[in-house]
């Protein structure tokens, strides 16, 4: 009988230090488990103001110069429009989701730390920002398409800069650039058929 104590005594004695290692293994992962969760809450919440300022600027910045009269109203000028020449509301359309690509993107390297490491890209990233919400009032609301083609001109000067930084920091946010480098030129192209209309 006295062997069979001292067998579960040791039974018990070998189990308890893995039963404490084992409640301390699963506090570690819970710990960690609720570290990564609160990280991906805060990590969401910035994706959501990131996005949203540029976002919101763009959707102002479409409200108060949604006017035709800089971008060949027959109306006023008598001469038709190509045929490519986008609607309105499809050019404000495209500007809209090019300022929420550029905000993604900007987001992607922010989250990568590439705006500490290399503040450039930051500068480019608020340059581009700053011209793409230019082009409207210029070219919707003075009506000065070579202003605006500068403007254009300037614009995917920046985002050719935003694309080769942010490709550095994360290739996902340099691709997310290209269709904004895309719909630039497009503009340019506009901006450059407005002169002579």
């Known amino acids: 009988m006295n062997s069979q104590n001292v067998k579960?005594?040791?039974?018990?004695?070998?189990?308890?230090?893995?039963?404490i290692l084992g409640k301390n293994k699963s506090k570690n992962v819970r710990f960690r488990r609720e570290k990564r969760a609160a990280m991906a809450q805060r990590g969401i919440r910035s994706l959501v103001i990131a996005v949203a300022?540029?976002?919101?600027?763009?959707?102002?910045?479409?409200?108060f110069f949604r006017s035709a009269e800089g971008y060949?109203?027959?109306?006023?000028?008598?001469?038709?429009?190509?045929?490519?020449?986008?609607?309105?509301?499809?050019?404000?359309?495209?500007?809209?989701?090019?300022?929420?690509?550029?905000a993604l993107s900007a987001w992607l390297v922010w989250a990568d730390g590439?705006?500490?490491?290399?503040?450039?890209?930051l500068y480019l990233y608020l340059a581009q920002l700053c011209l793409s919400l230019a082009w409207d009032p210029v070219?919707?609301?003075?009506?000065?398409?070579?202003?605006g083609l500068l403007v254009c001109s300037a614009t995917f000067g920046a985002l050719v800069g935003?694309?080769?930084?942010?490709?550095e920091v994360n290739p996902?946010?340099?691709?997310?650039v290209m269709p904004c480098l895309a719909w630039a030129?497009?503009?340019?192209?506009?901006?450059?058929?407005l002169l002579f209309l």
Do not use: Y
């Open 162 to 167: 935003c694309s080769r930084q942010f490709k």
């Open 185 to 193: 030129s497009f503009l340019a192209i506009v901006n450059l058929n």
């Open 114 to 121: 590439g705006f500490h490491r290399n503040p450039t890209a």
């Open 72 to 102: 060949g109203a027959v109306s006023t000028r008598r001469i038709s429009k190509p045929f490519w020449f986008p609607p309105l509301w499809a050019l404000h359309m495209t500007c809209v989701t090019s300022s929420f690509l550029m």
């Open 8 to 19: 579960r005594l040791t039974r018990e004695t070998v189990d308890e230090p893995s039963t």
């Open 53 to 63: 300022i540029p976002l919101s600027l763009a959707l102002c910045n479409v409200f």
């Open 172 to 176: 996902i946010a340099g691709n997310l």
């Open 139 to 147: 070219v919707f609301r003075m009506g000065a398409p070579w202003v």
